[in-house]
């Protein structure tokens, strides 16, 4: 790794990305998360929500050699991604005939944009995230398992109670390609009760 102390960690997964032919840096963060927990394996059906440009999907599709079914939602258009399901659409409009599958995996990295007003911030975090307590309540299989995105404070509370109420077993997790500086972590819930 670099020297120059401007070098942040973040910087170093930018570089990589590019390298491995990544379209993001968020690809590590799953990649790190993945090895700890092993949650993405062959034959799952697998949904990802806020899943633009595309990075985990790429490491989904690279760790199950293909052989996984998935699910994309975004808001923004994202460049095809071969054999992959994908809708664009605002999450807050997702409705019950969008989806009519249910899922073995969820995996969310969905932020809203940040306005920089704390308490605005964390109030459209909540609202992204009981959007997705009801897909999981809905869609999530018996067992299952839901990684999801949120940030230090309110939004890490309400997630985690969800979470604890709904899974045998709740980790919060801080891969080290998210920015030591970012208040960003990820909650992860194993078997759904
Ligand atoms: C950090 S990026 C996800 C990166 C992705 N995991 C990857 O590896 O490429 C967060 C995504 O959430 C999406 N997003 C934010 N608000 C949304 C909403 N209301 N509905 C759907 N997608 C939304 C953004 O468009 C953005 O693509």
């Not at 899974?167 to 801080?174: A, D, G, H, N, P």
């Amino acid at each position: 790794m670099s020297k120059n102390p401007n070098y942040t960690g973040g910087e170093r997964f930018n570089k990589l990305s590019k390298k491995d032919g990544y379209r993001s840096r968020a690809a590590y963060k799953l990649k790190q998360i993945n090895k700890s927990h092993n949650l993405i394996k062959q034959n799952q059906n697998i949904l990802d929500i806020g899943c633009a440009p595309g990075s985990w999907i790429q490491v989904v599709k690279e760790l199950t050699k293909g052989k996984a079914s998935i699910t994309g939602i975004d808001i923004l258009s994202m460049a095809k991604i071969e054999g992959i399901t994908f809708l664009q659409k605002d999450l807050l409009e997702v409705n019950d005939d969008d989806l009519n599958d249910h899922f073995d995996l969820v995996l969310s990295d969905i932020a809203p944009n940040i306005s920089g007003i704390s308490i605005t911030d964390s109030e459209n975090m909540i609202e992204l995230l009981n959007i997705e307590i009801y897909l999981i309540n809905k869609y999530l299989v018996k067992g299952g398992s839901f990684l999801a995105k949120c940030f230090q404070g309110s939004s890490f509370d309400h997630l985690k109670e969800f979470m604890k109420e709904n899974f045998k077993e709740v980790v919060r997790i801080k891969p080290e390609a998210s920015r030591t500086s970012s208040k960003e972590c990820y909650l992860l819930g194993k078997f759904k009760k």
